[in-house]
T-cell receptor, first 112, second 111 residues
């Protein structure tokens, strides 16, 4: 599959813990975006990286951080987890920040 | 504040009937507007963008700057159109390139 991939598919953890979600963009795409989808807030933009550099920030909590590595894959780190962080986390990529975004299948995070 | 509103959580129409999914936005500047669709068990994908003015799968959307709306329309609904539809404006440069999604409308096409 040459599309956006995300691992793991599902993650169950406890409050107070820290997790890392991983995203591999489509081949050649320089821009990576992270989104959070929850029942009450809908789909929200968290953060964008472009060619390794942070490009834009959305509604990302201070407990969350991300980075994009030289091979362009990205990780989203979520720490001091709370029940309310339970959500689907999507990654998207695009060749350039102004072009169509291609979404991954998402990682479902459950915080117990 | 940037905001997008999709007033209908659920819209159910019969096959062959016209469909209109509403989207209103509150955005500074001249945003780009998109419609994304998520079919059952599939990932979110772009349906259309207002800049290209294309018709995809029979759907069209006209940007009405006066009413700040970007409603999605199709004259004759088909069963395969059943899906979640998200309206998504994006800022006109200088700011975040992330999309602001509405809460989505679940479209159900009844046979």
């Amino acid at each position: 599959d040459s599309g956006v991939t995300q691992t793991p598919k599902h993650l169950i953890t406890a409050t107070g813990q820290r997790v890392t979600l991983r995203c591999s963009p489509r081949s050649g795409d320089l821009s990576v975006y992270w989104y959070q989808q929850s029942l009450d807030q809908g789909l929200q933009f968290l953060i964008q990286y472009y060619n390794g550099e942070e490009r834009a920030k959305g509604n990302i909590l201070e407990r969350f951080s991300a980075q994009q590595f030289p091979d362009l894959h990205s990780e989203l780190n979520l720490s001091s987890l709370e029940l309310g962080d339970s959500a689907l986390y999507f990654c998207a990529s695009s060749p350039d920040s102004r072009l169509e975004q291609f979404f991954g299948p998402g990682t479902r995070l459950t915080v117990l | 504040a940037q905001r997008v509103t999709q007033p209908e959580k659920l819209l159910s129409v019969f096959k062959g009937a016209p469909v209109e999914l509403k989207c209103n936005y509150s955005y500074s500047g001249s945003p780009e507007l998109f419609w994304y669709v998520q079919y059952s068990r599939q990932r979110l994908q772009l349906l259309l963008r207002h800049i290209s003015r294309e018709s995809i799968k029979g759907f069209t959307a006209d940007l009405n700057k006066g009413e700040t709306s970007f409603h999605l329309k199709k004259p004759f609904a088909q069963e395969e159109d059943s899906a979640m539809y998200y309206c998504a404006p994006r800022g006109s440069g200088g700011g975040a390139d992330g999309l602001t999604f509405g809460k989505g409308t679940h479209l159900i096409i009844q046979p």
